[in-house]
């Protein structure tokens, strides 16, 4: 069963879509730490719902927003979006997919290869004529459950201190998770980027922005889809390093996207900085396991 009435709008979703299938069944799947999910069965076809009762304010617009942006490029897969709502009196908010494959990692049947060409052309994506050379994307969206702020900005480096280093930064210390000899390292180095992060050829690549092993699922025939974004427009050098953080993909992602768009000389001594991000807010997420990981990095760079 759906909470409150909640099938009702689902189905109106679909009848837009020319869905005039009504729900069949309801089988519950693996929905993260922060929502409920479900794979619906229609007489017309399969989707793939999320819900949450309490969600942070647009959460679910500012997904579709970002798969949408995605899938204009026509670079990468990613799940059509059929509906999305706040929540109202009557139901939670929600976001309605379509449904790709079993919706699970299946890491080995992902072609990996595919992914990494695919990434480097949505890297690569010609904006439109009137698109500025600046970072960010003019409106705030989340990495996990924490606000991830994109104020447009025409310095990649000053971007990188001010929309993702240092938002992190004040709320590890406003959670506790800032002692003294971190927080001051951390903020040596965020003084300091520029002796790491200046002197690089690059320009606005449209990133997904939350880009590890979980949120790429296999099609029905093994073809890489993206879900659950987190876009913006910034140093692509950030997305790779952030696939090389929590296991990496296979040699055969790197070699793809190598041969299609080859990364900056000096990118392996940048990677750190750019994961130390996603390790902080992780940090914020999840507590002091990720504590030591962070003291590491920060030990190579600053000392």
């Known amino acids: 069963m759906l909470p409150g009435k909640l ?21 519950y799947v693996g929905g993260g730490c ?10 017309a076809g399969e989707y793939f719902l999320k819900w949450n009762m309490n969600p942070l304010p647009r959460m679910f617009e500012l997904e579709a927003s970002g798969l949408k942006r995605l899938r204009e490029t026509q670079a990468v897969v990613v799940p059509s979006v059929i509906g999305s709502s706040d929540t109202t009196d009557e139901n939670p908010a929600y976001l309605l997919l379509e449904w790709i494959g079993p919706l699970n990692k299946m890491a080995g049947r992902i072609d990996m290869a595919s992914l990494g060409s695919q990434l480097a052309l949505l890297h690569q ?28 900005c025409e310095n990649w480096v000053h971007y990188y ?11 590890a210390i406003k959670n506790g998770l800032m ?16 002796t790491w992060l200046s002197g690089v050829a690059r320009r606005p690549s449209l990133l997904h922005g939350d880009l590890w092993g ?19 427009f910034g140093d692509r050098e950030a997305e790779i390093a952030f696939t090389e953080l929590f296991g990496g993909f296979s040699n055969k ?20 900085i750019y994961n ?16 030591q990981q962070i003291d590491s990095i920060l030990s190579y760079y600053v000392g």
């Open 179 to 194: 002692p003294g000899q971190r927080r001051h390292k951390l903020e040596r180095l965020i003084q300091r980027l520029e």
């Open 214 to 232: 979980g949120n790429v699922i296999a099609g029905v025939n093994g073809e890489p889809v993206l879900i659950d974004p987190a876009v913006y």
């Open 253 to 272: 992602f790197y070699d793809a996207y190598q041969q299609t768009c080859p990364l900056e000389k000096g990118y392996g001594e940048r990677r750190d």
């Open 34 to 43: 922060i929502n409920q999910a479900c794979r619906l069965h229609t007489k």
């Open 161 to 171: 201190r001010e929309y993702r280093l240092l938002p992190q930064h004040n709320l």
């Open 276 to 291: 130390l991000y996603h390790l902080v807010n992780h940090l914020n997420l999840f507590g002091e396991s990720y504590g």
């Open 125 to 152: 994506f010609d904006k439109p004529a009137d698109f500025r050379e600046v970072y960010g994307l003019g409106q705030d969206n989340y990495i996990g459950s924490n606000l991830q702020s994109n104020e447009w």
């Open 7 to 27: 099938e009702d709008a689902i189905n109106q979703d679909l009848l837009k879509m020319g869905n005039y299938g009504d729900i069949r069944e309801v089988t």
